[in-house]
């Protein structure tokens, strides 16, 4: 079958891993993406990774997440043995560091020299995911006093969150700078930044990439009430969006993060960005080969919301049940997709510019078309991406087939809902030869005949006169064309 899933999967690996036979696994049980966590591996193992999807198959995009700028505590000193227990009620100093000195029982370090500045008298900070959780009851030019609400065992370099407290954080950090700079040579598709709070944020990122002329397309990754605030800039200035729920379900009360998650996806399709909910999907599966019914509904939901794509972190990173992981989410896709009623395409969305861009204007076309007469599959050819990424916005039933003329368009389709990306094989010059290679794709999967028929938006320029038209025709005569044309040219 040629589309067993509109829904695409992201998965995440680790350098510890990531051999052939594994990820192809992986690949074969329905993951398009793979994500790459640049706080988990240095530049050679990530480069291990890159290298191994490849040779597994040049369709996989690669998505690299940056750790992004972020609160910790510094180390422990060595005489509490990597731990120190607090009770509620116990209070503790806070201070900034640039130099990263060690956390002791009176006095904890964290990793922003401006932290005591940003924090102000009543605030609360949560050490660890909420583990822990600490009060300012007062503060000097110097430090904060602080007092546990919830005690328990402070670690090493755990991360602090201050929920409604905007920090003066930089957009990048020099270990994001430095695999950014590595992603550039790598052969990565997308850059995953982590705590995006304005364009700003992109922006820095995207100085970068145009500095080094990459293709990279920035992925921005919603975390923290800032973001939220910001979301129509960081939609505008991005290439897509990903819903981490983990710190986001820090610094939102738990009953929130739903109605947060149905806004920022409803503003991702309105803007034709593609859109990723990541975080604890079927976390249950890293130990267990089943599973609950509670994580089963979650995915389902995000597929209900249409999103682009759905993401696996330590399940496959990690766990003991990765292709199992990969396979549940792939079935969960295809039994809810076939509710044809809640999936109609969505080509009555007010989309943003839809009505000032021609290609968004031809796509919905073709996608209504498709809603009204018996099209077996919509086929498009594209330079960058763009066609094919209108086309998904549009959510169409029929399976979009889309002829790239790079690796890279091709991979960057790979995160786009519904789109079965291929690589032309015959570089021949004329305009309409790639329903061939289309057609020739299709014909691997399934027998299409002479009256069945196509949509097919294209150019009359050529791809790099970008789409121009929508034409409906079956596929006899699509092949007596092409053939016509073949002669005319010998």
Known sequence: MLQSKRTKIVATLSDRRCDEQFVRRLFEAGMDVVRINSAHVTEASAQRIVETVRRVSDSIAVILDTKGPEIRVTGIAEEYGGAIAFRAGERVRVRGTAAGEMSTRELIYMNVPTIVQDIPVG?????????????????????????FLV?????????VNAPGVAI???????????????????????IAHSFVRSARDVEAVQEILNRHGSPIKIISKIENQEGIDHIDEII?????IMVARGDLGVELPAEVIPNTQRMIVEKCIRAKRPV?????????????????????????????ERVDAVMLSDETASGQYPVESVETMARIAREIERDEVHFAPMIDINMVSVNHEITAQLARSAVRASTNLPIRYIVLDTRSGRTGRYLAAFRSRKPVVAVCYSPNAQRILALSYGVVAILRTQQLDDRYHFLMDALDYIGRYEELGEGDLLAVVGGSFGPDGGASYVEISNVGKLRRRNEEMIRRKC
């Open 276 to 304: 990723i909910i990541a975080t604890q999907m079927l976390y249950s599966m890293v130990n267990a080969p089943r599973p609950t019914r509670a994580e089963v509904s979650d995915v389902a939901s995000a597929i209900y």
């Open 168 to 190: 003066d954080l930089p957009p990048l950090t020099e270990k994001d700078r430095r695999f950014i700079e590595w992603a550039v040579g790598s052969d990565v598709d997308f």
């Open 123 to 147: 605030a609360h900070m949560l050490i660890a995911d909420g583990e822990l959780e600490i009060r300012v009851v007062e503060k000097t030019d110097e430090e904060l006093l602080c007092e």
């Open 236 to 240: 505008e200035a991005s290439y897509g």
């Open 151 to 159: 005690g328990g065992s402070l670690r090493p370099r755990k991360s």
